[in-house]
């Protein structure tokens, strides 16, 4: 039983916001977590549908009752998973979560009254709190020893509030000291997605940054393994939601893995490989429901390299196109725009260029409700040529090897879908993918021919 550390081994898992959902889903996580003695950093989501809330809570102009509402419903999803656990732990977490709920309820107010992204992280931050204390108490309900972790005294972070940026040595150094003498004999409990900026402000690293977060960790820790329980038996070769002809993938390697995270699958948060691969550590991905039935094995060297991995969807995606016929033969006016574009803190994502005019591509991070390229970023830019702003794009992405110089591609991929509207390709610059806007109507269903045609 995982009460007392056997080996030197350690393996971080990390549970999403479904497996942590309800009682019946905590305690599967927590048999998980008994049944091998290699785990010993637990990292997890907020209990699904709780952040999608309090991100609702953290919009400007919300009703004071409505305010009341959703602090309330999250206190009831809460609460229906206490009650399955002893009279004492449940009375004690349930005085936690008020106190908790009190505490969010004054965030709100204050919310209403100066919105900003810095109080609207205090407030996303509080469901990984809630989470993550319940979970410890369903692990000791079975006789695991786990501990609540403030994971705030450790992932010090800069202060981009909803995307912030960890100090990694700041991590490796407080973890070896404030958490790894922890491990030997107790399982650790702690909150992904969030941090701390050096002012002692809550920050949060970006929607399903909590892969991110155990990836971190386990690299500070010299982790030998990193877990990501989900609601799947692991990578699919598309998204299982929009073919039921996805498959699962045994072996995937760092690269082709990290690609398609990159490019949306959503399995995985974008950077959740980069301190897996810094440290080389293995990662297993499956589900929490099934652990049975196995998983994704994603590492370094894997036996084979196919020409078509998968295939990954962006949606809400935003096409900016500059033209300037000052542009043709001129130096200089790329570095303009991008000057513009570094100002906003916008990142370009793909990029192609003709004669006089460059299109570019940006991500609209999900849930956000106003679009990255604001009109004082459209005029700025209007300075320097003319504009186009296209929404409503989404981006397919065709994962694999050696897609820069294998044969007969074009027919293989834009064959099946020569009804399509393509708005833009990009090909040539990653051996690992070929990407494409098509309308977000026509998304689904380019996925699904493509899938058809490269993995039947
Ligand atoms: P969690 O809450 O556990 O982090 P997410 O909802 O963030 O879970 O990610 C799991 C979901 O990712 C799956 O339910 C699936 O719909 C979606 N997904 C997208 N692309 C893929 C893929 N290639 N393979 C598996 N799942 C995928
Ligand atoms: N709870 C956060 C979210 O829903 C982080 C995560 O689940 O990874 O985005
Ligand atoms: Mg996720």
């Given at each position: 039983m995982n009460s007392v550390q056997s080996t030197s081994s350690i393996t971080v898992a990390k549970f999403g916001g479904t497996s942590v959902a309800d009682f019946q889903a905590m305690l599967r996580c927590a048999n998980i977590i008994k049944n091998d003695t290699r785990n010993r950093l637990v990292v997890v989501s907020a209990s699904a549908g709780v952040t999608n809330y309090l991100v609702r809570l953290s919009q400007?102009?919300?009703?004071v009752n409505e305010q009341k509402d959703i602090i309330a419903s999250i206190g009831v999803i809460q609460v229906n998973i206490t009650q399955h656990l002893a009279k004492e732990v449940e009375a004690d977490l349930n005085q936690q979560i008020s106190s908790l709920l009190d505490e969010l309820t004054l965030h709100a107010l204050t919310q209403s009254l100066q919105y900003t992204s810095k109080t609207t992280d205090a407030i996303l931050a509080f469901g990984e709190q809630l989470s993550s204390r319940i979970f410890a108490q369903v692990l000791q309900s079975i006789g695991v020893s786990g501990e609540y972790f403030n994971v705030q005294q450790v992932m010090k972070t800069n202060s981009?509030?909803?995307?912030a940026v960890v100090d990694i040595t700041q991590l490796s150094e407080q973890s070896a000291q404030l958490l790894a003498p922890k491990l030997h004999d107790k399982v650790i409990v702690t909150q992904g997605f969030i941090g701390q900026d050096s002012q002692g402000n809550t920050t949060t690293l970006g929607r399903g940054g909590s892969d991110y977060s155990a990836a971190l960790l386990a690299e500070a820790l010299n982790g030998d393994n990193l877990s990501i329980w989900t609601d799947v038996v692991g990578i699919f070769t598309t998204d299982p939601r929009i073919t039921d002809q996805a498959r699962a993938i045994k072996e995937i390697s760092f690269g082709e893995a990290a690609e398609m995270a990159t490019f949306g699958?959503?399995?995985?948060?974008?950077?959740?490989l980069i301190p897996a691969m810094r440290r080389n550590i293995p990662v297993f991905v499956g589900s929490s429901k099934e652990p049975e039935k196995g998983g994704t094995q994603i590492k370094q060297k894997v036996a084979s390299n196919p020409t078509y991995r998968s295939i990954a969807l962006r949606r809400e995606q935003t096409l900016v196109t500059v033209k300037s016929p000052a542009m043709l033969h001129a130096s200089g006016f790329l570095a303009k725009v991008f000057t513009v574009l570094a100002k906003h803190e916008l990142s370009v994502d793909l990029i192609t260029t003709s004669e006089i005019s460059v299109a570019l591509t940006f991500d609209n991070p999900s849930?956000?409700?106003?679009?990255?390229?604001t009109n004082t970023v459209v005029a700025e830019l209007e300075q320097l040529c003319e504009v186009s702003v296209e929404h409503g794009l989404s981006l397919v992405a065709v994962i694999g090897n050696g897609l820069t110089c294998a044969k007969g591609i074009g027919q293989s991929i834009f064959e099946t879908i020569n009804d399509i509207n393509i708005r833009l390709i990009c090909h040539?610059?990653?051996?690992?993918n070929i990407c494409f806007l098509v309308a977000e109507a026509d998304a689904n269903s380019v996925v699904e021919k493509l899938h058809n045609n490269l993995f039947s």
């Open positions: 400007k102009n919300v009703a981009s509030h909803g995307k699958a959503k399995i995985l948060h974008p950077a959740t849930g956000s409700t106003q679009s990255l390229i040539g610059a990653s051996a690992n």
